[in-house]
């Protein structure tokens, strides 16, 4: 568990099923900044804990600057992505590891963010969730076509397949920015939450008790349901 302030708090979990926790989280602040990211690794000999740190270590290292906050998340992904490659040049144990990577960066009264897999952000406000990012998965391909339902993606069988992550082969990150109001929260997760629980029954956590007490109960809410994967979550309130 990590927390800054009584507004910031983090939480990451095994699972029941998983060996190792491949997920890593970031809390930073900075001067006028604050810096939120997870990732979530995969793939390769012990390659998944490699890669989220090499990719939580881009973000903590680089000099971010007020001026053009969209600029140096790119950057500083990019800077994974560049690691990640060569570390599996140097070591072909490690061939085939990536990293989602979702990353927020608050200053003032704006959430500027970079995106890449199946983690997620979603936003809070007047007690009704928004899921800001959107998974880069085969599966979601297929559900924004028509080709299958939200249910259908549930059980289909590519439903944990990505089509991209820092350390693929091309990547195309997402990026966006948005306004913050008084009472807001901002909930960034693995993808071991999002499988596990709708968007519903995390509103219904989200919005309510400390920061700390939710990110408790999306943990065990998760674990109830199965924890068939490393769970991380990281709550702000504003």
Known sequence: MTVIDTDTWAESHIGYKRKDNEDRFLIKE????????VADGMGGHAGGEI???????????YNFSKENLER?????????????????IENYDLD??????????????KTFWIHVGDSRIYLLHNKKIKQITTDHTFIQDLIEDGTITLEQAKTH?????????????EIQPDTGVFNLQKNDRLLLCSDGLSRHL?????E?????????KTCQQLIQATLKMGGTDNVTVIVKEF
């Open 51 to 61: 890669a989220a740190q090499i990719v939580i270590d881009a973000f903590r290292e």
């Open 204 to 212: 219904s956590i989200l919005a309510t008790n400390t920061v700390q």
């Open 198 to 202: 709708s968007d519903l029954q995390i």
């Open 157 to 169: 069988p590519l439903k944990d397949m990505l089509d991209q992550c820092v350390g693929c082969d």
């Open 96 to 109: 085939g590891m990536g990293s989602t990577a979702t990353i927020a960066v608050l200053y003032r009264n």
């Open 72 to 88: 140096d998340l790119k950057k500083a992904l990019y800077n994974a992505q560049k690691k990640i490659l060569s570390k599996m």
């Open 30 to 37: 900075l001067p006028g900044l604050m810096i939120l990211a």
